[in-house]
Nanobody, 118 residues
Framework: QVQLGESGGGLVQTGGSLRLSCAVS????????TGWHRQAPGKEREFVGA????????NYADSVKGRFTLTRENAKNTVYLQMNSLKPEDTAVYYC???????????WGQGTQVTVSS
């Protein structure tokens, strides 16, 4: 049984920072690609960033590049999204995922709310 639990969301002022955590059980994050998406009310879910299964490469949406950093801590089987220089347009529910490329199977967390005030 694969389960993902996001935490760390909350209310922050413009320009502030927040770190989201995603604790994973059922699979080892060191053998799966991981990623983050976000969804604002009335909007489509959009890609934020991804980390390769090796942990050796990342890619980010242009809107967050240079401000967000995706990392992985294998010992805790946890992935993180460090968010700096937050803007009101970053307000959304953030979801983490683990992705099995071979089986084309993705597992998603329940999401955590991030709200950035003006």
């Amino acid at each position: 049984q694969v389960q993902l639990g996001e935490s760390g969301g909350g209310l922050v002022q413009t320009g502030g920072s927040l770190r989201l955590s995603c604790a994973v059980s059922g699979v080892n994050v060191s053998t799966y690609a991981t990623g983050w998406h976000r969804q604002a009310p009335g909007k489509e879910r959009e890609f934020v960033g991804a980390l390769s299964w090796t942990g050796g490469s990342t890619n980010y949406a242009d809107s967050v590049k240079g401000r967000f950093t995706l990392t992985r801590e294998n010992a805790k089987n946890t992935v993180y999204l460090q968010m700096n220089s937050l803007k009101p347009e970053d307000t959304a529910v953030y979801y983490c995922s683990v992705n099995d490329l071979k089986s084309e199977t993705s597992y998603w967390g329940q999401g955590t709310q991030v709200t950035v005030s003006s």
